[in-house]
């Protein structure tokens, strides 16, 4: 079948903005610039054609709006039973674990690849177990860590064996609070800090047990920007709930996380009360394999999430063993976080993009749109309208143009991405988007006369 005219271009106009959005920033940045002066240079087409353009220019201002503002990724792999998470902040690139053997080469080292990465500034082992080990001298022996933190000390088996073997001199035990990265930027200032190693808590003293899992590094991502908006991610390995607790008690520091990763894969040894009253995390993750013979993530801990008020969504990079009602099976889990708000985006359903603001103090209802728009000018009189209309578990969208005739309506998520698409050749039309597509959303309508642009917000 032959493509038509419309599908030609619609099919180079998705390939010019993937390929963009690969570039590196300072190339995104010249290509941004080239946009601009491309736009201009649209005029001798006829008027249909200048309206399809000018739509595609101003979704690209859109995309790169968003992506120059990007501080922080944080990956979160679905290697089945283990754990692995892969941060770039800043020009920093850390892997945190490595799960079981074989996992490097077949998925950690293959999904770093093709985000583009071909080295590492350092891996961070949490503990010696083989969960979270055994693929990190795949991953090692491919991408050149210049540093290989662990806690220290020795381990009787053969995958900490071939950790050690790959890792030689660059091995390096963290000090309890030391800083591993401090960076300060445009945006404003990135930390990774360190607030327990080999069972030592920080502002306390000796917690850990023989349990291997008691003597987990604990993690603190901290971006504040300059506007003193903060992000903070927790992660802690497999600790258990005693140290959970007193690292919470003893550290301030830690009180409201944006987001958190689940400790020993949801496990009722892990993540106690006092954690989730003093963090308050809005989005967590679980790295849980299908169908464990641990039972993980455990219906304690779910029980737990599902009444946290903080927690929005469980992002569980599988069903593992049980769910809740607020549970996503996510399969990878990215994190993308700018100047005040993150993004949640998943491989099992990439055009849901789940938004988030630092504080609480704005809900997503009434929360001003986090980018600027100052592009986007509606040309004559303004005479749109969007009434949304929240029922249950959709969201239906009313959308009124008076004496203009509506000829599309495209939906596009907050990274510029299409979702939606209609073309109801009324005054009038209406659609329905199930809330569970939550998130922030702009809108292009096109008339007869007119192109409109506008946002809108969903939440479940």
């Known amino acids: 079948m032959v493509p038509t005219k419309n599908q030609r271009t619609s099919g180079l106009l998705a ?10 920033l300072r190339e995104r940045t010249k290509v941004r610039g080239a946009v601009k002066i491309l736009s201009s240079s649209f005029f001798p087409l006829p008027l249909q054609e200048r309206i399809k353009v000018r739509g595609v220019v101003l979704l690209l201002f859109l995309f790169f709006s968003i992506s120059q503002g990007q501080i922080i990724e944080i990956h979160q792999l679905n290697i089945d039973q283990g754990d692995a998470c892969f941060i770039r902040a800043d020009t920093f690139k850390i892997l945190i674990d490595g799960g079981n053997a074989t996992k490097g080469n077949n998925i950690i080292n293959p999904y770093l690849t093709a985000l583009g990465i071909s080295k590492l500034n350092f891996t961070l082992a949490s503990h010696h177990h083989a969960d979270h080990i055994g693929g990190l001298d795949e991953v090692i022996l491919r991408f050149n860590p210049d540093i290989c933190y662990d806690r220290g000390e020795s381990y009787s088996s053969y995958q900490f064996s071939e950790y050690i073997t790959a890792v030689g001199p660059r091995r390096r035990t963290p000090a309890v609070a030391e800083t591993l990265i401090n960076i300060s930027n445009q945006h404003g200032k990135i930390v990774l800090s360190v607030f327990a190693v080999s069972g030592h808590i920080r502002k306390d003293g000796y917690a850990g047990t023989s349990d291997e899992n008691t003597q987990s590094i604990a993690l603190l991502l901290e971006f504040v920007s300059n506007s003193q908006d903060t992000f903070k991610f927790f992660t802690a390995g497999d600790l258990y709930s005693k140290q959970e607790s007193l690292l919470v008690v003893k550290n301030p520091e830690l009180e409201r996380v944006q987001l958190m990763k689940i400790s020993h894969h949801g496990s009722n040894t892990s993540t106690p009360q006092i954690l989730l009253d003093k963090l308050k995390p809005l989005a967590v993750f679980i790295s849980v394999g299908e169908n464990n013979s641990y039972g993980h993530p455990h219906p304690s801990t779910l029980l737990k999430l599902q009444n946290a008020e903080s927690v929005k969504y469980i992002y569980q990079t599988t069903a593992g063993r049980n769910t809740s009602a607020k549970s996503v099976i996510a399969g990878h889990i990215t994190a993308k976080v700018f100047d005040r708000f993150f993004t949640i985006t998943t491989s099992n359903n990439p055009t849901r993009i789940d938004t988030f603001y630092f504080t609480n103090d704005n ?16 040309r004559g009189e303004r005479k749109m309208t969007i009434k949304t209309i929240k029922d249950g578990s959709f969201t239906t969208l009313e959308i009124s143009t008076p004496g203009e005739v ?34 922030l959303y702009l809108i292009s309508i096109f008339t007869n006369r007119n192109i409109y642009h506008d946002k809108f917000i969903i939440t479940k």
């Open 363 to 378: 809900t997503l209802n009434a929360e001003e749109q986090p980018f600027k728009k100052s592009f986007e000018k509606d």
């Open 406 to 439: 509506i000829r599309r309506v495209a939906i596009f998520n907050i990274l510029g991405q299409l979702v939606q698409e209609l073309n109801p050749n009324a005054d009038y039309t209406s659609l329905t988007i199930p809330n569970t597509a939550s998130g």
């Open 15 to 24: 390939q010019l903005i993937s390929l963009i959005s690969s570039l590196p």
